[in-house]
């Protein structure tokens, strides 16, 4: 039985600890930081080594949107647009904006796919609002919800043609920020009417395989709590009213959006409605405190079951069914729709 979380690794190999604690506490998935990645060869050694300590091919995930947002970087890998330019050409010509959603995101895909990565912690659906903290700004597709999802459910496509299932962020809307939840509890003043447009981004892609839950307060609807941490969010706003039935996955557990312990947060991340405890260690550098961290998130989660487990699984088919593709028909398009970046090739 796997347990209900994904973690990450402290450097580009396992260590003796790593190995232990996989091979122990099994979890569902497990997540690249830049930290772990250097090269492609060194990648996929890493993933076979996790393979090897947890006895399956355990579900591999990374931060790729594109942008700033890119654990992967160059010159090893290749340079994709950041949401903003896929907004940029949508706005003129819709038809070409999401063709090029779906081919930037199915060109990552294929860079994933070629080190066995099948799960992408993206796109971003959020909708930012002037003024807000640029958390995330040019990640975004745009403030519209008709153009967001649009251009997300193309490149939701995109991945899955590549054998990768896409993670939607940040449930249920992170746009309306005015501070970084990486460092503290940002609160959302905005009413229940203003931020139903937020909602209906995400409504639009309901039937996503898997969505991150933003460590965001709304004073509207829950005023004080993180949505990861509430009940009402996720039941009343995430599951009921936005209509998500795909796995649930919190945010970064170790971000400092989220007071007390790692236990205590994984306790109410779960008793919330999460099906799934994500912990990166971001914060931290030394092998043996991120290795204790996760230990403590580890032991935390419970096994896999019921309906969560219905979701990790639907999760896990849609990641195993790539479809063909012409790489160098698809990078001369790309250059094409993004001249700009055949420059930085």
Wanted: charged content about 25%; aromatic content about 6%; some cysteine.
């Amino acid at each position: 039985m796997n347990k209900a979380c994904i973690l990450s690794v402290s450097g580009a190999q396992l260590t003796s600890g790593e190995k232990t604690l996989f091979a122990t506490q099994n979890p569902w998935g497990v997540i690249l930081m830049g930290r772990s990645c250097v090269s492609k060869t060194q990648i996929r050694q890493l993933v076979s080594d996790i393979w090897d300590a947890t006895g399956r091919e355990t579900l591999i995930f990374i931060d790729q949107e594109g942008g700033r947002v890119a654990r992967l970087k160059a010159p090893e890998w290749p340079l994709f647009p950041r949401g903003e330019d896929y907004a940029l050409l949508y706005k003129t010509d819709p038809e070409r904006g999401r063709e090029a959603a779906w081919l930037g995101h199915r060109l990552i895909a294929a860079e994933l796919a070629s080190m066995s990565i099948h799960a992408d912690c993206a796109p971003v659906v959020d909708l930012p609002v002037p003024g807000a903290h640029d958390v995330i700004g040019d990640r975004a597709f745009g403030t519209e919800p008709e153009q967001v999802a649009d251009l997300a459910r193309a490149a939701l496509k995109g991945l899955a043609d590549g054998g990768v299932a896409g993670v939607v962020k940040h449930i249920p809307g992170h746009g309306r920020s005015m501070s970084d939840s990486h460092l503290e509890l940002p609160r959302v003043t905005a009413s229940e009417q203003e931020l139903a447009k937020d909602f209906d981004a995400f409504a639009r892609l309901a039937d996503a395989p898997m969505a991150m839950t933003a460590h965001i307060a709304y004073d509207a609807i829950d005023p004080g709590v993180a949505a990861t941490l509430s009940q009402k969010l996720i039941q009343g706003i995430i599951r009921e009213r936005i209509g998500f039935d795909g796995l649930l996955m919190s945010d970064d557990l170790g971000m400092r959006a989220l007071g007390g312990s790692l236990t205590t947060r994984a306790d109410g991340a779960i008793a919330a409605g999460c099906d799934m405890l994500l912990h990166c260690s971001g914060f931290l550098k030394d092998d043996e405190a991120i290795l204790a961290e996760m230990t403590e998130v580890a032991e935390a989660s419970p096994l896999l079951a019921g309906k969560a487990l219905q979701r990790a699984d639907r999760a896990e088919a849609m990641a195993a069914n790539e479809q063909p593709f012409d790489g160098q028909a698809g990078w001369a398009r790309f250059h094409e729709l993004f001249p700009e970046f055949k420059a930085m090739a």
